[in-house]
């Protein structure tokens, strides 16, 4: 098969040329646009979808010249950050992460903080002045080694970060100082070592082709593949790899990482929607395993919150849509790692899109665009009669009302869905649910964030979804849950109203509202057609 353009492509500050979504994915082609637009966008560079056709053509072998290719990304960001892959005083920290054509949050693998070793963290140290943040980045790269590139069952690993909080007396593992966390990576890599047999790979390059040989195998896991059946995605050839400069919320107090949607993806309303995380990684956000905090950015760091508004605001008036925004920032400084258009619910795409064309950021033909696939006669705004107290009133992450039997796993509610509607009550609803997902009517968790990866996956299947449900302790030996003092079982039924984060039991009484007016507004236009 003829290859398609060419192997690799960089992006950063000065450098021109913006790459073709079908051969670099949509990530490096927006990151590539944004640094040639001068938002601040951490230097990087992607590799051809065409190696990840290779890689599965060959039966998962690495095409050989993709070793070489990597060098050649790393030789451009040593060149413009001054730092060095695998250097023991000033190591270059890369992540890898995926990139297809067509945008699907969280269903395929990335890897941070890759280059850091036992050899290059003194000089990660010595080059920041800061021990706890290498400490961190270090055991956060064996943690992701040994569950995301080797596959390994995810309890132990969090098991030793639960010790290292209960032994240090600390609520999060963001409180974790230097030492504590020097005794966690020994504790990690005996971990790592048992499972795999073979100590923490040390080699940078190792590193970097483990990783990604991870990113273009997750093309083809199963949680891939589920999405691309009901999204639906169809012609694309795999996934780009991009990697990139790292940079740290996880630096200190004036560090963090998150997502802002531009516009609110539940139910369309013009106010951005900001998840942050202080003092994290955007793993932490995106995965779910982090609950935002509830400070605004906009108190503790109105600067880089202004800066970030105004980005957001740009960005919509250059892809013409509202913005899903991951960044970071790092010490007091801003970061964007990825821009897209965001996933929403059937009725804020139709506010969304009616919004935008009377703001003149798009045309009547671009809002029937945005819409086609939406059905307008079936786009209803759900309300609760006479509810009555809820059980738990928690965070609303995607607008709507489901009612359906408890279940607690992404396996149970595939078979009980086969006789009813389900809702699939979870800790943190991770990527790996996604087979639940699809299952459930609604979802409910304890963990997690609005802009969290499952959370815009239930939007964007129009599925009720409600977090930060405190007050729900899962047992799973027991099949059932606690709820604010409730002890719920399998097969009793729940009720949730995503709009306001309430949880019911039983069924509940539910009236459909049609926005008739914004209806109203789009069919006219489509008579001009």
Not at 26 to 42: N, Q, S
Not at 417 to 422: E, L, M, R, T
Request: aromatic letters at 6%.
């Amino acid at each position: 098969m003829e290859l398609e353009g060419p192997r690799i492509m960089t992006f950063g500050p000065g450098v021109p040329g913006i790459p073709e979504p079908g051969w670099f994915g949509a990530k490096a082609a927006h990151l590539a646009r944004m640094a040639a637009m001068g938002i601040p966008v951490p230097p990087g560079f992607s590799l051809n979808v065409s190696i990840c056709e290779e890689y599965f053509r060959s039966g998962r072998g690495i095409p050989p010249d993709m070793p070489g290719l990597l060098h050649e990304g790393i030789r451009f960001l040593e060149e413009v950050t001054g730092c060095q892959f695998g250097s023991r005083r000033r190591p270059l920290l890369v992540s890898v992460r995926s990139g297809a054509a067509t945008s699907m949050p969280g269903m395929m693998e990335t890897v941070l903080n890759v280059g850091l070793s036992r050899e290059t963290l003194r000089g990660f140290i010595i080059m920041t002045g800061n021990p706890r943040l290498a400490w961190n980045s270090y055991c956060r790269l064996i943690e992701q080694f040994g569950t995301v590139v080797q596959s390994h069952d995810a309890a132990p690993y969090h098991d030793a970060w639960e010790n290292a909080c209960r032994s240090a007396d600390a609520e999060d593992i963001r409180d974790l100082d230097a030492m504590t966390l020097s005794g966690l990576a020994d504790a990690l890599e005996r971990i790592y070592r048992v499972k795999t047999g073979d100590t923490f790979p040390a080699d940078p390059q190792e590193q970097i082709i483990m990783a990604t040989e991870t990113v273009l195998a997750s093309w083809n896991a199963p949680r891939a593949v589920a999405y691309r059946g009901v999204a639906p995605l169809s012609g694309m050839k795999g996934t780009a790899v991009t990697v990139q400069a790292m940079v740290f919320g996880n630096a200190g107090p004036r560090s963090g990482s998150g997502v802002l949607f531009t516009r609110d993806p539940s139910n369309g309303t013009p106010y951005p929607v900001i998840d942050f995380v202080y003092g994290g990684q955007g793993e932490d956000v995106v995965s779910g395993r982090a609950t935002a905090s509830f400070i605004p950015l906009s108190e503790a760091m109105s600067g880089s919150a202004e800066e970030l508004d105004q980005i957001g605001r740009k960005l919509e008036t250059v892809f013409h849509d509202m913005q899903d925004i991951e960044f970071t920032i790092q010490e007091g400084r801003l970061f964007i790692l990825q821009a897209r258009a965001g996933k929403r619910a059937p009725l804020a795409a139709l506010r969304i899109a009616v919004d935008l064309c009377r703001e003149g950021i798009i045309t009547t033909d671009d809002a029937i665009m945005h819409l086609r696939d939406i059905d307008l006669d079936t786009v209803f705004e759900n309300r609760i009669i006479s509810p009555g107290n809820p059980l738990y009133t928690g965070i609303p992450a995607s607008s709507g009302i489901a009612s359906g039997q408890a279940v607690f796993s992404s396996e149970e509610a595939i078979r009980v869905s086969q006789d009813g509607p389900v809702i699939l009550v979870r800790e943190t609803a991770s990527p790996d649910d996604m087979a639940g997902i699809i299952a459930s009517v609604g979802i409910l968790t304890r963990e997690g964030s609005r802009t969290s990866h499952a959370a815009v996956v239930a939007r964007h299947l129009g599925k009720a979804c409600v977090i930060g449900c405190r007050d729900l302790m899962i047992d799973e030996d027991r099949s059932g849950c606690r709820i604010a003092g409730t002890w719920i079982v399998s097969g009793d039924v729940l009720s949730l109203d995503g709009t306001t984060g309430a949880v019911y039991t039983g069924e509940v009484d539910v009236r459909r509202e049609s926005p008739e007016g914004l209806i109203a507004v789009v069919k006219e236009w489509q008579k001009g057609l």
